[in-house]
């Protein structure tokens, strides 16, 4: 008897009788829906219910399914999936937080326009959507998947405790993450080398005499925000400097009242380190209205480079943007997944320090 797709509630039994497929080791075939389905005792239909967290299947055979799953190591196929429903696309749900952040906005741009360029070349297309905050990305997670609206989701902007990174274990939903340093199951990860880059950061500034350094970032649950700390922290540290960090929400605003709060303080810093081109130009305006001169009083560092760091006066020491080189990376990864290859885990590596006028040897 073949289980309803609707089921009512009423748990199946498990199958006592049949022996299941030999599914793990070297060598072994990739599990199937329909070896979930065997194992679990219902339909398939039931099976592609539960996991895309569709109504109409009871909680107790959804966890069924979910366990049964997980022990198999079933993920669903994007390819196959795309000769059923029709043009794939690939799904990017952004934090209006982040993106109303003029700095974070302008690198985000940068970052879909290389991705697009990439999914293109296969007639992928982009499926982007703005939400007020986690929760709703979660909420549209589920919605699209159910509705078969794309076949990898790409996450950007990822926390230390990221709501997001459980939807996908949960939904099982084929994803490229961007920036995490774990992430659950098999999910590809395209990382950046934020950690030695602001190392190396912090090692110039020990070099050039500063003792006392400021840091003005994102949001502090960000975890470029934590590896940028903690490689900075770790350089500093060797050279017998402090560091005081002043997190933010990521808008140049924000970043303004932080490097006036630093630099009008009780012991202000030599250099202040910014996350964006955007923060540290603004710096630059709230360093003259304090009546400082940069950099004769006080350095500053951007951590991602672009024409407004080049053409300020002074021009702003930087590091490259790597937004371009990410989003080529995370489409390349996506092509991966669809092309049903090994789970693909890379680090985009940040190019050395262009040093310009808005930094120099401590003086004060």
Same mark, same amino acid.
């Given at each position: 008897m ?10 199946a ?12 080791g070297?060598?072994?075939r990739r ?8 194992a ?7 099976v592609?219910y ?7 299947v ?8 979910l ?6 190591g079933?993920?669903? $196929? ?25 700095g974070?906005?302008a690198?985000?741009?940068?970052f ?9 070349t ?12 986690l929760?709703a ?21 990822v ?13 099982r ?18 990382r950046?080398?934020d ?8 090692r ?17 649950s ?5 590896s940028?700390i ?16 002043e ?7 924000e970043a ?8 009008t ?8 380190v910014?996350?964006t ?12 209205r ?13 951590l991602s480079d ?8 002074? $021009? ?23 092309d ?6 890379r ?5 050395g320090?262009?040093?310009?006028? $808005? ?6």
């Amino acid at each position: 008897m073949v289980t309803p797709a609707h089921d009512t509630g009423k748990d199946a039994a498990s199958p006592t009788t049949g022996a299941q497929p030999v599914l793990g080791g070297p060598g072994a075939r990739r599990p199937t829906i329909t070896d979930v389905a065997k194992a679990a005792g219902v339909s398939i239909a039931v099976v592609s219910y539960a996991l895309n967290g569709r109504p109409g299947v009871s909680a107790a055979t959804r966890e069924r399914v979910l366990r049964v799953a997980d022990e198999f190591g079933w993920r669903p $196929s994007a390819a196959a999936r795309s000769m059923r429903s029709g043009p794939r696309a690939v799904g990017l749900v952004v934090d209006r937080g982040l993106t109303g952040a003029v700095g974070y906005g302008a690198h985000v741009l940068e970052f879909v326009v290389a991705l697009q360029d990439v999914l293109a070349t296969r007639g992928l297309a982009l499926v982007l959507q703005v939400v007020d905050d986690l929760p709703a990305a979660v909420t549209l997670y589920g919605e699209w998947w159910a509705e078969r609206r794309f076949d990898v989701m790409v996450v950007t902007d990822v926390r230390t405790e990221d709501p997001r990174l459980d939807a996908l274990r949960r939904l099982r939903i084929p994803a490229v993450v961007v920036g995490a340093g774990d992430v659950p199951g098999e999910v590809a990860n395209v990382r950046v080398d934020d950690e030695q880059a602001a190392e190396r950061v912090g090692r110039y500034l020990i070099e050039l005499g500063h003792r006392h350094v400021g840091s003005v970032t994102g949001p502090a649950s960000l975890q470029r925000t934590r590896s940028r700390i903690a490689g900075m922290e770790r350089a500093l540290d060797t050279g017998g400097a402090t560091l005081v960090h002043e997190p933010t929400g990521g808008s140049p605003e924000e970043a303004a009242a932080a490097c006036r709060r630093l630099l009008t303080g009780d012991r202000p810093p030599s250099a202040v380190v910014f996350d964006t081109d955007h923060m540290a130009v603004a710096a630059l305006d709230v360093a003259r209205r304090t009546g400082l001169a940069v950099p004769w009083d006080v350095s500053v560092v951007a951590l991602s480079d672009s024409p407004l760091c080049r053409l300020a006066t002074p $021009s702003i020491t930087a590091l490259p943007s790597v937004q371009a080189d990410l989003g080529t990376a995370v489409g390349e990864a996506v092509l991966t997944i669809l092309d049903s290859q090994p789970t693909p885990v890379r680090q985009i590596e940040v190019g050395g320090l262009a040093v310009r006028g $808005s930094t120099g040897p401590r003086s004060r």
